[in-house]
């Protein structure tokens, strides 16, 4: 059974790599899940109960997810970060099923074919199945992360379906409570409606304040911004179709007791 | 059609001034100290009686601190603002949606309401003159800028609700007598909203959005500063935020494992926040820092008093009329299934109300017979405190406590286990506590309000009305069903997957797997193969297998999860799999 190459043929150490890596064609699953419903789940009973080590072997005892991927899909971005922040655990969430599956595959053949290498080891990068919207205050607790990521959320077209969206000014406080004061939420979309109604909520919320890519790029996040517009598959499908996509970042700031 | 006495749903008890309100169902009433009435909604004029009758039973009714306004909330969604004085209705306001609960802010000035959804609203005790219904409230918060929004008219109509919730327009009143509208005619009536809206989360009424749980919320409070608010969710959260300024939460009380039904905050020790829910134990936190400090054991206690069970939820109209109204589940959000999470015979805990009486935490349970009372842990011994019971025979529906230290219990004296109406005994009975935590009923010792609460006060119904009250729908609502069906996610064979139940059905609907799995499974696990034997050269394959397949370290990891990586297994699993 001659086995099936690319067009190009790939170099025999990237080759067995390939091996490694999980395959996207047996890992379908249709795009939407309802996070309202009750899914079988597992989640921490609270942030003390989780166990960080499980996820991050090779991490210090202790030391806690920096920057969450919230909806992470196939995980490109969390993987692309992950070597350009060797000190820096990353976490995706996703709530499908097979999709998160796909991820874990993914990274453990990662950590396996790049053993020993310094920076690129992937050890500090790892995926919960979890519904983000209910049970995001499970994982993390109160300031604990720097950075947030939304990109290519379901855009949840109609009206009824509105209240799913994954940004709304309910849930901007539990974001804002677990992004540390500087911390940032960075959104992306192809979808012009949808990233008017994430930036409008963000300006709207008190808690946080429209930061633009020049200064997130002056503040050395370049290499981030970056990762948010080209890392993930979905990133690529628009640049396939030659869509225009809309980054809107915001900063955590505090606000006084009224 | 025979005439049954409808129980008291709720109780409140205010002897600062000599008036007691006593309230139940359909209408309200207070009566003084000589067990007069001195108002009720009986003698309202006709418009309020039939505004009471429209709106269904009154399911949660509250004073502010100067007992001169009451709030209540029925099944529809209108929030109903009372002067105490001579029970008059001042004026009703649209909300967006069902209520759960209200209460009042210390000064009296303002209504917070919570709904089924997950939301909690801020409404001015009066509403603004309709003329100036553009101008919002600002309280901190800018997202009144969003509003489509609503005139604040009171007694209005909601067809003017121009917000979202139009999309799906809501049944009417009375669905049996006008005939169902078809689909072009609801369009009509209620376009949907274009596209590009920027509102979500809409008030009404000039209400402003505290703040919002991505789940039902089941009760909540200010404390007594006034300057928190606490809300509890049925996704196990409890959270306190800053109020007015909701969208800043200062701390989460998290550690519950079923959904919490019943917060409270003890005013002799205001630091502290008593909660109970499906869990088997009430749980005592320090609700600023959300840290743990007790728990306490009840369910043993509290068992063999739970006489009603949970009632299956049929998940497609049922011809039982009450079933319906009183799940309206479909109406919260309408793809959250729910459905019994146990099969009928065992019973649901579900802590009702929790309240404290010098150095005691008085509760009770929905369903349960029982009062109860435990000792407040003193954090120096470390023994469980035993709970203390009194039977009232029958399910209690409400207690509270007047300024005399006595309780006043609220019975649902028509209940039996068949489920026919069989009334014995009566509404109203009253308990004392002692200095060592016992409970005693001392209704026997008379007192003209008791005689009036159950005697005069007592309102003639319908057994359909006795029927459509269902004291009870916590118990079938409110526990989640990690049992379900969830047909767009479970596939058979997901060996490696995380959070995988032992109970997955598997999905009927997909290609039937064939020996050893099927393609999908087959292509999963070759690659997987290739990472374990390599794992499995360099490394210790312990190491390598327990990397992201671990969620939490609450129970042993799933030992088919280590397997999975173990090439030699992989049939074995496969073959488990299939048996399902």
Known sequence: MAKRKRATEPPPAQDEAQNLLPQKRFYRQRAHANPFSDHTLDYPKSPQHMDWHAHYPEAAAGKRPEFADIGCGFGGLSITLAPLFPDSLILGMEIRVQVSQYVQDRITALRTAN??????????????????????????????????????????????????????????????????????????????????????????????????????????????????????????????????KWLACFRRIDVPRI | MESVRLPYSQLEIQSSIPVIAGIWTLSDCYLSRTGEIIASTLNSPENVQESLKKSGPIRCAVLDNSNTHLATLADDKRLKVWKLDGLELLHERELPKRPTSAVFTVDGQTIVVADKFGDVFSYPLHPPPADSAAAPESDGSKLTALHVSEGAAPVEDSSTNTALETVEPEPSAEPSKKKRKSKKQKRHENPPTPRNSLASHVPTSNGTLVLGHTSLLTSFLLTPDGKYIVTADRDEHIRVSWFPQGFCIESFCLGHTQFVSAIHIPSAHPDALISGGGDAELKIWDWFSGKHKFDILILDSVKPYIKVKPKPYKRFASADPTERQSSQIEEINETEAVESARPESEEQLAVQKIRTLSEFILFTVTGGTALFAVAYPDGKSSAQPSVHALDFGKPVLDFTVDLDDLIWVSIDFNWSTEGNVVPEGKAIQVAKLSVDGQLANVSSTSSPVLDALNEKCLVE??????????????????????????????????????????????????????????????????????????????????????????????EEPNPKRLKSEDPATHEDVDVQMLDR
């Open chain 2, 461 to 554: 119904g319908s057994t359909e009305q006795l029927a459509s009250l269902n004291f009870y729908s916590a118990l079938t609502s409110l526990p989640k069903n990690t049992g379900e069906f969830d047909a767009e996610e479970e596939e058979s064979g997901n060996a490696t997957g995380t959070g995988i139940p032992k109970n997955i059905k598997t999905n009927t609907r997909k290609q039937p797997q064939g020996p050893g799995g099927g393609k999908k499974e087959q292509g999963k696990l070759r690659t997987q193969k290739a990472v374990a034997e390599k794992l499995g050269g360099q490394k210790n394959v312990d190491k390598g297998s327990a990397v992201v397949t671990k969620e939490e370290d609450e």
């Open chain 1, 115 to 244: 053993m020993g290498n310094p920076t690129a080891h992937y050890q500090n990068v790892s995926i919960v199945r979890a519904n983000a919207m209910k049970f995001l205050p499970n994982y993390f607790e109160k300031g604990s992360l720097s950075a947030l990521f939304f990109l290519f959320p379901d855009p949840h077209f109609k009206a009824r379906k509105h209240k799913a969206r994954i940004i709304s000014p309910t849930l901007l406080a539990e974001y804002a409570y677990v992004l540390r004061p500087g911390g940032i939420v960075y959104t992306i979309t192809d979808v012009k409606d949808l990233h008017d109604w994430m930036r409008t909520h963000l300006e709207n919320f008190p808690l946080f304040e429209p930061v633009s890519e020049e200064e997130l790029r002056a503040d050395g996040k370049g290499e981030i911004v970056d990762a948010v517009y080209t890392s993930t598959e979905e990133g690529k499908k628009v640049e396939r179709n030659k869509g225009e």
